[in-house]
């Protein structure tokens, strides 16, 4: 029983064939095809107004410099905002509970802004590493210190997006579970376990939004660090 619980985080095969890249491809599907006018619809529209206030919201925090960046990070924000509601759906796979996935979003992203800063301002990129007034004594521990908080910045990332995903599909399926074996020996529990299931699958919607947000924004915030 306690192996089939994550069967859920498994990729998917067909004949052989791992199906986690038609995960990765189908939100893509689901987006309006442009057109040769700017809005031609409602849905167009509600998806103009919902990417700028994603764009405004990421690009607040970044000076100018920072907003070369807006296509890739917004981008990246309904990728992962798309994956983390679809993945809510019966019967689909959510390919962010993988924590290689989300370290190779991370770690590309995080070392091009290290990247970005050691080639812009040198100086300023490295004095993070030491902060202004420290002891002399204690100039190697905080070195080290600093550089280990460094580097685990993008393991940081991934483990935090997979954690939070893995542990609220994990609740779904336990509380569903419990609801479907109950339901024949004790009905009223049953409904109670059943409406406390609906108030989690709300409060894991509200976790898949927001952690995406978390994702983005952390990486823009370390964007402006280097800028």
Not at 78 to 97: A, K, V, W
Not at 159 to 188: D, E, K, W
């Amino acid at each position: 029983m306690n192996l089939s619980f994550f069967d859920q985080f498994m990729s998917p095969h067909l004949l052989g064939i791992p199906l986690i890249l038609i995960s990765l491809l189908f939100p893509a599907l689901l987006l309006p095809s442009p057109r040769n006018r700017w809005i031609t619809n409602r849905i167009s529209a509600l998806q103009s107004w919902f990417i700028y206030t994603i764009t405004k919201q990421l690009m607040t925090p970044l000076n100018k410099k920072g907003h070369k960046w807006a296509l890739i990070l917004s981008s990246l924000m309904i990728f992962l905002l798309s994956i983390n509601l679809l993945g809510l759906l019966p019967y689909t796979f959510t390919p962010t509970t993988q924590l290689s996935m989300n370290l190779a979003l991370a770690f590309p992203l995080w070392l091009a802004t290290l990247l970005t800063g050691l080639r812009n301002q040198p100086s300023a990129s490295l004095g993070h590493l030491l902060p202004e007034g420290t002891p002399t004594p204690l100039i190697p521990a905080l070195i080290m210190i600093e550089t280990t908080s460094l580097l685990i910045r993008p393991l940081a990332l991934g483990v935090r997006l997979t954690a939070n995903l893995t542990a609220g599909h994990l609740l779904i399926q336990l509380i569903s579970t419990a609801t479907a074996v109950l339901f024949s020996i004790m009905p009223a529990v049953s409904i109670l376990t059943a409406c406390v299931l609906l108030l989690l699958t709300i409060l894991e919607v509200a976790v898949a939004m927001i952690q995406a947000y978390v994702f983005v924004l952390l990486l823009s915030l370390y964007l402006q660090e280097n800028i």
